[in-house]
């Protein structure tokens, strides 16, 4: 499904790949493996650092079209995402 500029971009499917990699599927069709490793080895902040621990990395969702960790510990702009840079 292409979606067309009335429509908001969200995240339709989230599969992890291996480490810190998911593969994302969005709305319009794109899809992107974003490695979130990168950023997780940077995070300083306990509540994101928490995440570097792969099988609790493993514990996402999408919620309202965003990929989302826990209680909102974790989230990025759904733009970056669909780019594949955060």
Do not use: C, S
């Not at 969200?10 to 979130?36: C, K, M, P, S, Y």
């Not at 995070?43 to 099988?55: F, Q, S």
């Amino acid at each position: 499904m292409k979606a067309t500029a009335t429509d908001y971009l969200e995240i339709t499917e989230a599969n992890h790949v291996a480490g810190h990699r998911i593969r994302l599927t969005f709305n319009d069709g794109t899809t992107r493996v974003v490695d979130f490793g990168p950023f997780l080895a940077k995070a300083r902040n306990p509540d994101t650092t928490d995440y570097r621990e792969v099988e609790r990395f493993k514990r996402f969702r999408i919620e309202g079209g965003d990929l989302v960790w826990g209680d909102y510990q974790m989230i990025f702009p759904i733009i970056d995402l669909h780019r594949g840079v955060i």
